[in-house]
């Protein structure tokens, strides 16, 4: 008997609606059950209940502990709270992972290296924390939270991760020559970790530099750890290497809770039109499948998606071709409906 799995879907704003649709449209034709519990964040559900982050939202992603989520609007410089934010704070959701590699047939600039990063982010604190206020007129502050805990257990994820899938380095990120106390106490934990781990060769990079090193050698790295901020752009950073946000997916996890993301927005330029390219939020879908175990529905959605982009056909504008978001889904499920299935463990 195949397993049943609940997820909550939050399709989101923009283009949040397409290509969660078409996202679930794959999963399912993967065969592997998902009774979807369909719940509204952002401008939707403001429009809708009067409030951006409904109570529902958290009643259905505590019943089902896991969520796959399209893109936020969010207010710049004023207005209520990130959305995302809040979802990680208050579902301690204190991993952000990113692997980022290269989706064959893609002409990127990058095109001719091999590009294949994990990235983990710590995704609660930091200058995230939410904490700012005016010190005197003119003069605003804001609060660079780093604790050892969250320091401990987000160089663990990435140590354990690595042990897991043996993968051979793991580089920490920072700026403690300036941020002596914080980003200190960060590669401090960072380093305590990696003794526990001799296996692995554990390096640290200033952040600056390794925005350069980065750009010009990414073969080079392997498994990076972040506080948040550096984790923020660095992620970035690294989408932009393999095709930019639309590209990569994203996975945030905790102890008990976990919700696969888009990194890219709500393309409001493009929103109803159906052109948008929903492979970030079909990634995040392999990674939600390997997260229920469901390996072999993973790598199968994984392979269907390498099949389309080497074919090159069924593309979608932003990557070069002509196609619609419904042609790309479709050539995803007829790669997915030709694919063997066979027993596979992947990440
Ligand atoms: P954006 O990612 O929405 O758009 C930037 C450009 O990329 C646009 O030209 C857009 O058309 C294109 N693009 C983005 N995703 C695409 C896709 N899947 N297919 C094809 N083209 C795509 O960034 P923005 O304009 O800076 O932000 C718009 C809104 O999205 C803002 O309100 C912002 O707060 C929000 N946002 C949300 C998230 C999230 O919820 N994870 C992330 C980033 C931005």
């Known amino acids: 008997m195949p397993n049943k799995h609940r997820v909550t879907l939050i399709p989101g704003d923009g283009i949040g609606t397409e290509v969660s649709d078409a996202t679930v449209r794959t999963i399912d034709a993967t065969g592997v059950d998902v009774e979807w519990e369909r719940v509204y ?13 409904p109570d529902a939202v958290f009643e259905s992603l505590n019943r089902t502990r896991i969520g796959l989520k399209g893109p936020i609007a969010t207010p710049i410089g004023g207005g209520h709270r990130s959305v995302n934010v809040t979802l990680r704070k208050q579902l301690d959701l204190f991993v952000n992972f990113r692997p980022v590699r290269m989706l064959p047939g893609l002409l990127t600039r990058f095109r001719d290296v091999s590009i294949d990063l994990l990235i983990f982010r710590e995704n609660t604190e930091d200058l995230y924390s939410g904490l700012e206020h005016e010190v005197v007129k003119d003069v605003v502050e804001s609060l660079k939270i780093v604790t050892r805990a969250a320091s401990l257990r987000i160089a663990e994820a990435a140590f354990q991760h690595a042990a897991r899938e043996g993968r051979k ?17 960060f590669l401090r934990c960072c380093r305590e970790t990696a003794a526990r781990f001799p296996e692995i ?10 925005c350069m090193q980065l750009v010009m050698r990414p073969e080079t790295f392997d498994v ?23 590209m990569v997916p994203s996975a945030n996890m905790g102890h008990t809770h976990a919700i696969f993301e888009a990194v890219h927005g709500t393309a409001p330029d493009i929103a109803g039109k159906g052109i948008a390219n929903p492979t ?3 990634q995040s879908a392999v990674l939600m499948l390997a997260y229920l175990n469901e390996h072999e529905a993973s790598l199968r959605l994984r392979s269907a998606l390498e099949g ?27 790669k997915l409906a030709s694919s063997p299935q066979q027993a596979v463990h992947t990440t």
Do not use: Q, W
């Open 169 to 185: 380095k793991v580089t920490a990120i920072h700026k403690a020559n300036i941020m002596k106390m914080s980003d200190g106490l």
């Open 41 to 53: 964040a952002g401008a939707e559900a403001e429009a809708d209940v009067g409030e951006f982050l």
């Open 308 to 334: 389309v982009y080497a074919e090159g056909t069924h593309l979608t504008r932003d990557v070069g071709g002509s196609a619609t978001l419904h042609e790309f889904t479709d050539a995803v499920i007829a």
């Open 224 to 246: 990076l750890v972040l506080p948040n901020l550096y984790g923020d752009i660095i992620s970035d950073l690294a989408a932009g290497l393999v095709g930019g946000l639309g």
């Open 280 to 282: 970030a939020l079909m």
């Open 201 to 210: 060769a554990y390096h640290e990079t200033i952040v600056d530099n390794a």
